[in-house]
């Protein structure tokens, strides 16, 4: 059985900080238009790499979360329905001036809000698609607990990924996840969107070192593939404060390139997963090496 660890970052861990040019000219746009970005709130370890090749993931809907997951470093509170309508609009205008080839849109968990957040959601990406038509879009929403009505809006905006994290296998969510958020209303979300649209991609991630065992993890990948997921993400979980969960084991390297090759063996179209992987790493260059598998496969290569 595995035991608690110090929490002592192993030599693979170590990150450089940001230093490239485009990272300080995005950072000073977004807070000139009062935008927010999952990059920072969630204090994402690739933040630099990621602005540096011209991907950015935008939080839309505040910096304030409803709901309490154990692992996650974005503030909690209650919003109080607090929305700025012009968002979908300043998010596109950031966009157009930082011209970026990807964008991933996430945001806040909203149980405040009577649609919770799905329909500024879907209005965004809308946006997006007017104002950058050769934009690669990938949405990583909340569970909208699951609700097919709810769902359905920001399917019908047409991004190219729809994404939602499954975080963490089903024996640790209760523990790791706020209570509102379930493993089988996660599966039930991504099942929702191919039944709607069968040619959407879908994909989920699962952090590492939280004292899940391998059979666990490999029953996760299956119960993903049931429900139609086609990309599956692996990182380590990093304690953000001494408030939240503690880091059970620090996965090396080698046992993440394993998980890779065992998905992609499993059939997942393509597999991301290091220590510093988070759910949008490098989302761009795997989507496009992703359909180019689609397309040689298709051609019989």
Request: net charge neutral; aromatic share 8%.
């Amino acid at each position: 059985m595995q035991t608690e660890i110090q929490n002592r970052k192993p030599e693979w861990l170590k990150i450089r900080p940001p230093s490239h040019e485009n990272y300080f000219e995005i950072k000073k746009l977004l807070r000139s238009l009062n935008l927010y970005t999952v990059c920072e709130e969630a204090r994402c370890p690739n933040i630099g790499e990621c602005w540096a090749g011209g991907t950015a993931t935008f939080m839309l809907l505040g910096d304030v979360c409803t709901r309490g997951c154990k692992f996650c470093a974005i503030k909690t509170g209650n919003p109080r329905g607090v929305v700025d309508k012009d968002e979908p609009q300043k998010v596109a205008q950031a966009i157009g001036q930082l011209k970026l080839k990807y964008v991933v849109i996430t945001s806040v968990d909203r149980d405040d809000m009577s649609d919770h957040g799905s329909g500024h959601f879907a209005e965004t990406v809308s946006n997006l698609r007017i104002v950058a038509p050769d934009l690669k879009i990938e949405v990583l929403t909340p569970d909208f607990l699951a609700n097919p009505a709810w769902i359905s809006k920001i399917v019908n905006a047409k991004p190219h990924v729809f994404a939602h994290n499954i975080e963490t296998v089903e024996r640790l969510t209760p523990k790791v996840r706020d209570p509102r958020a379930k493993y089988v209303q996660s599966l039930r979300v991504l099942k929702i969107v191919k039944e709607f649209d069968a040619s959407m991609y879908t994909k989920s991630s699962l952090m590492l070192g939280l004292g899940e065992t391998d059979d666990e993890i490999k029953k996760t990948l299956e119960d993903l593939q049931e429900v139609g997921c086609d990309v599956v993400t692996f990182g380590q979980y990093l304690q953000p404060t001494k408030r939240h969960l503690k880091v059970i084991e620090f996965v090396r390297p080698e046992k993440f390139e394993y998980w890779r090759e065992y998905s992609e063996k499993m059939g997942f179209l393509y597999v991301a997963s290091g220590a510093m992987v988070r759910s949008s790493y490098r989302a761009a260059e795997y989507f496009e090496a992703g359909t180019t598998r689609i397309g040689e496969i298709k051609n019989g290569n």
